[in-house]
């Protein structure tokens, strides 16, 4: 018997009670994410796997899954609904992945706020915080099928941020439960501005096993597809609906031609060689979108209120990060890129620079107090080289990249080491056995 079997027997002799999974094909389902809409990543990460993948139902089952991984130094991976991009649930050294789908109760929710599980499904919690008049403050492409612990662990924007900015912003997570991996486990509150030590963290420094999260009033949010004779009037209409205070909106997406052309189901409302904006925005605001539209000669070729949106697929399936699976579908050498471009005078820029190799789609959001362009380019990819020549350029020129081809959580985002989480990944995760490989911090301690 080699050591790995003898280790794979002793994990599942001492989990036993769980829900363990070792067949090879859910392995590796469960071992990935889509980190494949990056060429580089996907090379890096394809063959790697898990020992085995337990599904806990209750903290007290976390406890146990972690009392294991540290008494035999075993390495412990936490994953959501694995609908991220960079890796972030990727096992690079094997061991656990601990899936947290089945933890899946609503615990509270209440006017204004939430306490829920991390399993939770962000769509059908709307659903019910609806019911009362609330929703969600913001969510991904991947809303029916991503959880919200971990789009906490993992996520930054989405829907809604063009009106509460990225998950990171004061405000927007108000209490995580943790659980470390220590020889003794500890269950730890986290409130406020302590959030920050796991927001973001993919999962590095500690076991969210329950979200305290602030929500939206709701609005009943009307879907439309206003398309342009060129992308940068669509652009300044972006901009311009964006900074109207008084039309209700929660997401402004704009796409360049030829992106439009990758939308299979939208084709009777895209018009070839148009670019198009893509909107959610609330149906009592109507009349004066209209009027912004007929202001940049826009023409509004689908419309849909809330009732109807809600039936059939949204408009949001097209936007964020579903844009690249859309666009990747039919062909399979486009990648993307995450830009901050700050104003629209740096985003003609580039659209003039790089032309079809860039493809501009940009999603506005809120960025310190202010509505901005953000960009997720699609982009003709060639070689790692040139990959790395137009991440170079548009950094050179002012734009911030939040690089999506690294695994590395430092490099991808904010690009400087967070001492907070580090501090705190030292306390709560002495073996370094959490999700290793992903902290540049503490690889370089």
């Known amino acids: 018997m080699t050591a790995i079997s003898s280790l794979l027997d002793r994990l599942i002799n001492e989990l036993s009670p769980l829900e363990i999974i070792t067949e090879s094909s859910q392995l590796a389902k469960l071992s990935l994410d889509y980190f494949h809409f990056s060429p580089i990543l996907e090379a890096q990460l394809k063959d790697k796997r898990a020992l085995l993948v337990v599904r806990p139902t209750t903290e007290v089952e976390v406890i146990q899954v972690v009392r294991t991984c540290v008494k035999y130094r075993v390495p412990l991976t936490v994953r959501g609904a694995g609908t991220g991009n960079y890796g972030q649930c990727i096992p690079l050294e094997g061991g656990v992945v601990l899936d947290t789908t089945k933890m899946n109760q609503i615990r509270s929710l209440k006017a204004g706020s939430a306490c829920v599980e991390p399993g939770v499904k962000m769509a059908s919690f709307d659903k019910k915080a609806r019911e009362i008049g609330w929703e969600l403050r913001m969510a991904p492409s991947t809303y029916r099928t991503a959880t919200i612990g971990g789009f906490i662990g993992g996520g930054s924007v989405g829907m809604g941020s063009i009106n509460y900015g990225q998950l990171r912003d004061r405000g927007n997570l108000t209490a995580v439960r943790v659980v470390t991996l220590e020889d003794e486990p500890q269950v730890i509150e986290l409130r406020g501005d302590e959030v920050q030590k796991v ?10 096993t329950e979200l305290e999260i602030p929500l939206a009033p709701a609005y009943p949010w009307a879907e439309l597809i206003v398309v342009f004779d060129d992308f940068l009037t669509a652009a300044q209409f972006g901009q311009a609906l964006g900074n109207s205070d008084g039309i209700v909106k929660k997401m402004v997406s704009i796409h360049a031609w030829p992106i439009p052309s990758y939308f299979t189901a939208l084709q009777n409302y895209l018009p070839s060689g148009k670019s198009c904006a893509l909107l959610m925005v609330s149906e009592y605001d109507q009349t004066a979108l209209s ?14 209120a809330a009732t109807e949106a809600n039936k059939g697929t949204s408009i949001l399936e097209f936007t964020w ?5 859309h666009a990747r579908s039919i062909d399979p050498n486009l990648t993307y890129l995450q830009t901050f471009y700050f104003t629209l005078e740096r985003v003609e ?3 003039h620079h790089f032309g079809d190799e860039a493809m501009i789609h940009l999603e506005f959001l809120k960025f310190a107090g202010k509505v901005i362009p953000a960009g997720l380019q699609l982009i003709r990819f060639t070689t790692e080289n040139r990959l790395n020549e137009i991440i170079q350029y548009h950094e050179e ?4 990249i939040a690089n999506p081809h690294t695994y590395i959580m430092e490099d991808g985002g904010r690009k400087v080491i967070d ?6 990944k030292e306390k709560v995760d002495p073996y370094g056995l959490m999700n290793p490989g992903k902290m540049r911090a503490w690889l370089e301690r």
């Open 199 to 208: 927001n973001h963290a993919y999962g590095t420094n500690g076991i969210i």
């Open 291 to 304: 009027d912004l539209v007929q202001d940049y000669q826009g023409e509004i070729t689908y419309s849909k």
């Open 321 to 325: 990060n579903h844009t690249t699976l």
């Open 349 to 351: 820029q580039m659209y």
């Open 397 to 400: 020129h002012g734009a911030g």
């Open 419 to 424: 001492p907070i989480q580090l501090a705190f």
